[in-house]
T-cell receptor, first 116, second 113 residues
Framework: ETGVTQTPRHLVMGMTNKKSLKCEQH?????MYWYKQSAKKPLELMFV???????ENNSVPSRFSPECPNSSHLFLHLHTLQPEDSALYLC???????????????FGPGTRLLVL | QKEVEQNSGPLSVPEGAIASLNCTYS??????FFWYRQYSGKSPELIMS????GDKEDGRFTAQLNKASQYVSLLIRDSQPSDSATYLC?????????????FGKGTLLTVNP
């Protein structure tokens, strides 16, 4: 496996279900991110983890719960979601402290989530 | 005012022409700027990054940055049908430890054979 991988690629869940999204980065990076991409909207940053510590929670509802057990793995636990949470959820990683300030984020393929 | 603004398009150009994609941003403290390409149903992939005023060229792509005007653009020379995608402008708002990317909605580019 190379780059950033995400599983599952597609997920359909009911509003009462509990599910988890998984992200793994194989780039040796130390920062990981969750983004939400809805139709007709910009990519929205949800959470940022730097060296396994959460450094950003962009006013995300508590029905989304991130977990970062180590710098290579990131989870997004989902519980009692709403239909408006249906979107593409993207994971990204980057290397903090890169020279020149150009910290580039690399994205995984995303999980397409449909909440019924 | 939106933080990062892009014309949503669609921008339609003939094959072989130059495609010009524009982006403006509101935060004068922004330091790094990125262009991502996103094919339909796929994840964004990095095309160009720039942080100094002026032009930066990479193959058929040229990024242009003007911090005084808070403007960044992407030129694609000799456009190919395979360049048809949504192009996302992303801005890193500040340096130090807060590397937060803010994205525009993207511009849909269609290159006609």
């Amino acid at each position: 496996e190379t780059g950033v991988t995400q599983t599952p690629r597609h997920l359909v869940m009911g509003m009462t279900n509990k599910k988890s999204l998984k992200c793994e980065q194989h780039l040796g990076h130390n920062a990981m991110y969750w983004y939400k991409q809805s139709a007709k909207k910009p990519l929205e940053l949800m959470f940022v983890y730097n060296f396994k510590e959460q450094t950003e929670n962009n006013s995300v509802p508590s029905r989304f719960s991130p977990e970062c057990p180590n710098s290579s793995h990131l989870f997004l636990h989902l519980h009692t979601l709403q239909p408006e949470d249906s979107a593409l959820y993207l994971c990204a990683s980057s290397q903090r402290g890169s020279s020149g300030g150009l910290e580039t984020q690399y994205f995984g393929p995303g999980t397409r989530l449909l909440v019924l | 005012q939106k933080e990062v603004e892009q014309n949503s398009g669609p921008l339609s150009v003939p094959e072989g022409a130059i495609a010009s994609l524009n982006c403006t941003y509101s935060d004068r403290g922004s330091q790094s700027f990125f262009w991502y390409r996103q094919y339909s149903g796929k994840s964004p992939e990095l095309i160009m990054s720039i942080y100094s005023n002026g032009d930066k060229e990479d193959g058929r792509f040229t990024a242009q940055l003007n911090k005084a005007s808070q403007y960044v653009s992407l030129l694609i020379r000799d456009s190919q049908p395979s360049d048809s995608a949504t192009y996302l402008c992303a801005v890193n708002k500040s340096g130090g430890s807060n590397y937060k990317l803010t994205f525009g909605k993207g511009t849909l580019l269609t290159v006609n054979p």
